[in-house]
C-alpha cells in the first residue's frame, strides 16, 4: 500500500490544504504523517519523513522531546517555542514550533509557521484592522462633517447676498471655495461605501492598458511604463471600473514619487502580471490567485510612514491627499483581495492580489 493510500494520509488529508507547515507525531516522537507544505520545505518526500523521528527535523529537539512529553501527560493543551527546521545542505529554517493535543492520546499535532510568514499574517490582520477602522472613520466623517459643512456654504452664499462691498465678498468667496473643497474630500472617503458593486468578466490586461494609456498621456516625458504580462492569465469576475481605478491610484503614486527621475528623463514603472497558486493571506487560502505588480524605480517610500501607506490622509509627498492608496486598498479588498509594499530605495513594488479560484 503506498503512502498516499494510508490509513493516516486518508485520515490527516485536510492538512495538505493548510499553507503551514504540519505533522503529526506519535507519543514515541516518530511522524505519523506530514502535509505536503511540510514535504516542500524539507524537500523530501512523505514517504521518506513518516515514520522517522521528528527530532531529526528540528534544531532543538530537547525541546520538543519535552513538549511531546507535556502534551501527552495532559500538563498542557498547547504549547510554543522557536526553533529551527533543518533542511539538508541549507540554512535552517527559523518557525515558530506549536505542539498541540489532539482527540487521540497517543498522537500530537506539531505545527511549523516560518517566521517571515507569520510576520505577514501579522501584517495582513493589521491592513484588514486597519481597513475597518478606515469604514468606521469614513461613516463618522459624513455624520460629523457633511451637515455642518452644509450649513456653512449655505450661511456663507446667504450672507454673499447681502453684501455689497466687494472686499467683504472676497471673504464670503474664501468660505464657500473652502467648503466645496472639504466638501470634495469626504465625496472621496465615501465613494468606495456608495457605489454600487458591478460584477462583470474582466480582463486584468486590458485593466492595465487603460491605467497605462491614463498616465502616459499625464506624463508624456520622462516616464516608461512598462509591460510584463502573463498572457494565460483567465478573465475573472469583477468591477472593472473599482480596479482601474485601484491600479490607477497606485501607478499614479508610483509616478508621483518619480518626480525627480522624470525630470532626468529615466523614471520607469513595470506593469506586471503573474499567476500564484496555493497561496494564503488573511488566513485564507486561495488555489489560483492574480499578482499584479506596479514596480519603480524611485527613491522608495520613506521609513516615517511605511506602516502607515494605507492609513488616509497619510502622504509622503508636499500637498498629497493621503488617499489614492487608501481608495485602492478599499477596492481590492471588496474584491476579497489586498495590496502589500515591498520598498528598498531604487525599487518599490506594490503588489495587488486578488483570488481567481
Known amino acids: 500500500m503506498s503512502t498516499a493510500d494510508s490509513p493516516a494520509a486518508a485520515r490527516f488529508q485536510a492538512f495538505d490544504l493548510l499553507a503551514t507547515l504540519v505533522a503529526v507525531v506519535r507519543g514515541d516522537g516518530t511522524v505519523l504523517f506530514a502535509n505536503a507544505a511540510l514535504e516542500d520545505a524539507l524537500g523530501s518526500s512523505r514517504r521518506a519523513i513518516e515514520g522517522a523521528p521528528f527530532a531529526g527535523f528540528v534544531t532543538e529537539p530537547q525541546l520538543l522531546a519535552s513538549a511531546l512529553e507535556g502534551a ?35 498522537t500530537v499535532i506539531v505545527e511549523l509557521l516560518p517566521l517571515e510568514q507569520q510576520a505577514r499574517q501579522e501584517r495582513e490582520e493589521r491592513l484588514l484592522d486597519q481597513a475597518q477602522t478606515n469604514k468606521e472613520l469614513f461613516r463618522n466623517l459624513a455624520h460629523e462633517v457633511k451637515n455642518p459643512l452644509g450649513g456653512i456654504r449655505g450661511a456663507a452664499q446667504l ?35 456608495r457605489k454600487p458593486h458591478v460584477v462583470g468578466d474582466v480582463n486584468i490586461h486590458e485593466v492595465c492598458e487603460r491605467v497605462r494609456a491614463l498616465v502616459q498621456a499625464e506624463y508624456p516625458r520622462g516616464l516608461t511604463v512598462l509591460r510584463d504580462y502573463d498572457a494565460s492569465i483567465p478573465e475573472f ?62 527613491p522608495g517610500v520613506p521609513d516615517s510612514i511605511r506602516d502607515r501607506i494605507f492609513y488616509p ?21 471588496q474584491h476579497d483581495g489586498l495590496i502589500e509594499c515591498d520598498s528598498v530605495p531604487g525599487r518599490t513594488d506594490f503588489k495587488l492580489l486578488i483570488p481567481l479560484q
Request: aromatic letters at 4%; proline letters at 4%; a negative charge.
Open 237 to 298: 469576475r469583477g468591477d472593472r471600473e473599482q480596479l482601474i481605478q485601484a491600479l490607477l491610484n497606485v501607478v499614479r503614486n508610483a509616478a508621483q514619487a518619480l518626480n525627480q527621475r522624470i525630470a532626468q528623463g529615466d523614471a520607469e514603472i513595470v506593469l506586471r502580471t503573474r499567476i500564484a497558486r496555493q497561496v494564503t493571506w488573511a488566513r485564507q487560502r486561495h488555489r489560483l490567485a492574480l499578482e499584479l505588480h506596479v514596480i519603480d524605480n524611485g
Open 313 to 333: 490622509l497619510v502622504s509622503g509627498r508636499e500637498g498629497g491627499s493621503g488617499l489614492g492608496l487608501t481608495l485602492a486598498q478599499t477596492f481590492l479588498q
Open 159 to 193: 450672507l454673499e447676498m447681502e453684501i455689497d462691498a466687494p472686499e467683504l465678498r472676497e471673504y464670503t468667496g474664501v468660505i464657500i471655495h473652502e467648503a466645496d473643497r472639504l466638501q470634495t474630500l469626504v465625496d472621496r472617503l465615501l465613494a468606495p461605501h
Open 72 to 106: 501527552g501527560s495532559n500538563a498542557f493543551a498547547a504549547l510554543r517555542y522557536e526553533a529551527g527546521l533543518l533542511r539538508g545542505p541549507h540554512e535552517p529554517l527559523p518557525v515558530h514550533v506549536i505542539v498541540a493535543q489532539t482527540d487521540s492520546p497517543d
